[in-house]
């Protein structure tokens, strides 16, 4: 059987460049799922490798929509093989069947999470020139009205509200009340 696995990124992007990728390819059943590549737990994903059997081939658009790292795509690609199933890839032109489709799929995906480590390496180095120029936005915390935290601070401490309806009350989240509590050298603890 002739199997195709599809996916997106998020629920804003459209999937139907890659459906149109497979339509001369004779598909018979499609696993389509808008979610994030960033870890093998996708249901449609699972579903397709339990659904796939000895001798199905699997048609992906290219390697990034079946996974995210070497390490990931290989293991998809071992589970695969462990059940007698091949699979191709449009963009890459590769198919596992053969000795140099195996061959290229390794070096492929080696390519590609190099690719990635570098990507992820100048967004690091931006950021610590952003930071030296004073720039960078990420990582601030919340400005809050001191005269409104410390009267409901003070409600805190005599236990007439919790800690939650601290953070509501004062309109953050939890993590940054806990960094500002952090910050002022206050008691953190969870009430």
């Known amino acids: 059987m002739k199997v195709a696995y599809i996916r997106v990124s998020t629920v804003e992007q ?23 590549g960033k870890d093998t737990n996708r249901p449609q994903l699972k579903a397709m490798l339990e659904f796939v059997r000895e ?24 589970q695969l093989h462990n059940k007698g199933v091949y699979l191709v890839s449009n963009k890459e032109n590769i198919d596992t069947s ?6 290229m799929l390794t070096m492929i995906g080696a390519i590609a999470e190099f690719e990635r480590a570098n990507l992820l390496e100048r967004q690091r180095e931006g ?16 400005a809050i009205d001191e005269s409104k935290f410390n009267k409901e601070f003070a409600r805190y401490q005599k236990r007439e509200i919790t800690k939650k309806e601290l953070a509501e009350v004062l309109n ?12 002022k050298g206050l008691i953190t603890t969870n009430r």
């Open 172 to 183: 953050i989240s939890r993590p940054t009340l806990d960094k500002i509590l952090k910050d």
């Open 98 to 103: 053969t000795p140099t489709g195996k061959l």
């Open 14 to 36: 459209n999937e139907a460049r890659q459906i149109e990728a497979m339509q001369n390819k004779g598909i018979e059943k499609y696993f389509t799922e808008k979610i994030s």
């Open 55 to 78: 001798g199905d081939t699997v048609y992906i658009h290219d390697f990034s929509r079946l996974a995210r790292s070497t390490k990931d795509l290989l293991d998809i690609v071992e």
């Open 127 to 142: 950021i610590e020139i952003a930071k030296r120029e004073g720039k960078f936005k990420g990582g601030q915390v919340k």
